[in-house]
């Protein structure tokens, strides 16, 4: 688990750079529902830089998911091998396994 | 329970396009529901998030809670956000060709008055890798008001050939 995770914070960190490169030439179609009418129109500066920051924080929000399991598979695989050895939980360790 | 589906508007892409946008929705339904069909390019994967956001509201109004799962791990998250963020929803670039993800959003009551709650559930097909993702998520959009446009966006552009359905649904 602990490689998955670690792969896929490379892989949104990778993503990231390359999406502020291709978002500048991109296009936006515009579905009216009342009409159907479909139009298509180069984004504007405004939704480049606010798509930019979007995906900050999505990276951001996945660098965090990923420590978060990260630290759970650690105390999972601590209390795991202090179960085997028969040596006493802390109480983190115990939360792991007791549900 | 769902009695009668009706295509509201629909977009099946020509070439690369960043974001798909669904304006002026009508509020004659009582839920929605938004099929895409989504594959990316320009993040370097064979994966990506599938990102939505209500009546242009950038505020951190969008509660996720998502549950991932591969052949092998499984994990879940859980953030506050300012846009809905559903990851490992759609196909990436490097995934096997011409594949693309299949993703179902439901909006029920999105015209009442009160918070919406959402919900996701998206496959990211992969035979090259043996790595197909499947996501689940439960969301909430916190503000009350009707829904009337959503954007549909990614990490990266939608390549041509992805697919968008909105549909209105009736109770009645």
């Known amino acids: ?99 | 329970m769902a009695v009668t589906y009706t295509l509201i508007s629909s977009s099946v892409l020509s070439s690369t396009t960043a974001s798909v946008t669904f304006s002026s929705i009508p509020a004659t339904y009582t839920d929605l529901m938004l099929k895409v069909s989504g594959r990316s390019v320009g993040n370097g994967e064979w994966f990506g998030s599938l990102r939505l956001r209500f009546n242009s509201d950038t505020a951190t109004n969008y509660s996720v809670r998502s549950m991932t799962a591969t052949p092998s791990v499984g994990y879940g998250e859980e953030t506050s956000i300012s846009f809905f963020y559903g990851a490992y929803a759609i196909n990436g670039e490097n995934g096997t060709a011409n594949t693309f993800s299949n993703a179902e959003i439901y909006i029920p009551s999105y015209t009442a008055n009160q918070e919406k709650p959402f919900s996701m559930s998206a496959a990211v097909e992969n035979s090259a890798t043996s790595q197909p993702f499947r996501t689940e998520s439960a969301s909430l959009w916190r503000n009350t008001a009707a829904i009337s446009t959503i954007l549909v966006y990614s990490d990266a552009n939608f390549v041509s050939g992805s697919s968008f359905y909105l549909y209105g649904i009736k109770n009645s």
């Open chain 1, 1 to 99: 688990m602990q490689i998955l995770f670690q792969v896929h914070l490379s892989i949104y960190t990778a993503s990231k750079t390359h999406k502020e490169k291709t978002m500048t030439t991109s296009i936006k179609v515009i579905v009216d529902c009342s009409t159907g009418e479909e139009t298509i129109l180069p984004l504007t500066a405004e939704e480049i830089t606010q798509m930019e920051a979007d995906a900050l924080v999505a990276a951001a929000q996945q660098e965090e998911a990923a420590q978060a399991a990260t630290a759970l598979a650690a105390l999972k695989d601590s209390a795991k091998a202090k179960l085997i050895s028969g040596q006493p939980l802390t109480a983190e360790e115990a939360d792991t396994l007791v549900i």
